[in-house]
Antibody, heavy 121, light 107 residues
Framework: QVPLQESGPGLVKPSGTLSLTCAVA?????????WSWVRQPPGKGLEWIGE???????NYNPSLRGRVTMSIEKSKNQFSLNVRFVTAADTAVYYC??????????????WGQGTLVTVSS | DIQMTQSPSTLSASVGDRVTITCRAS??????LAWYQQKPGEAPKVLIH???NLESGVPSRFSGSESGTEFTLTITSLQPDDFGTYYC?????????FGGGTKVEIK
């Protein structure tokens, strides 16, 4: 069983909202307090979007300029990502991942398989 | 933001070669660095955390080291399965940032 699985629309119109959900396998949801989103534009590197914990506290990358919101639904073993006012620059493969806290911040393990979101009219 | 500069951006090596990838942080990150391997069409997979701690199940030919703000990933004897792109990531401070990647090709 894949421990994390992203889902959501693969195509979003410019100025719209990108919405993705990450389903976490039952045996994983209780093993960590923090969950993250990372994205990768086609052919490019990785960018951390942010993280959320079981209490709903979130930390975001300032580079997204306040367009990002994360939420968590523990009863459904899932957490979600919304990115508002998207442009072509938001086209990327979006990954959800468990944040392995080591000190204050985290590295990522495991990752979902990723889902490509294209912003286009 | 802490900038992570990786080099080289690409390298081509033969099976059995010793391969070294370098990642330099723009400021001190107190050993809080992870290395990932990503194969085409797949998600990254963590190899090493805290600069030199090998993840469970990762072959012992992979190792990590540090000297100040310079971090090194070494593959002692390159294997055919080691192709892919390698990324470093600092988790000393937010925003968490990645290096630009090193693409490893097998000759």
């Amino acid at each position: 069983q894949v421990p994390l699985q992203e889902s959501g629309p693969g195509l979003v119109k410019p100025s719209g909202t990108l919405s993705l959900t990450c389903a976490v396998a039952d045996d994983y949801i209780s093993s960590s307090d923090w969950w993250s989103w990372v994205r990768q534009p086609p052919g490019k590197g990785l960018e951390w979007i942010g993280e959320i914990n079981h209490s709903g506290r979130a930390n975001y990358n300032p580079s997204l300029r306040g367009r990002v919101t994360m939420s968590i639904e523990k009863s459904k073993n899932q957490f979600s990502l919304n990115v508002r006012f998207v442009t072509a620059a938001d086209t990327a493969v979006y990954y959800c991942a468990r944040a392995e806290v080591d000190g204050i911040w985290s590295f990522f393990d495991p990752w979902g398989q990723g889902t490509l979101v294209t912003v286009s009219s | 933001d802490i900038q992570m500069t990786q080099s080289p951006s690409t390298l081509s090596a033969s099976v059995g070669d010793r391969v070294t990838i370098t990642c330099r942080a723009s400021q001190s990150i107190s050993s809080l660095l992870a290395w990932y391997q990503q194969k085409p069409g797949e998600a990254p997979k963590v190899l090493i955390h805290k600069a030199s701690n090998l993840e469970s199940g990762v072959p012992s030919r992979f190792s990590g080291s540090e000297s100040g703000t310079e971090f090194t990933l070494t593959i002692t004897s390159l294997q055919p399965d080691d192709f892919g792109t390698y990324y470093c990531q600092q988790y000393n401070s937010s925003p968490l940032t990645f290096g630009g990647g090193t693409k490893v090709e097998i000759k």
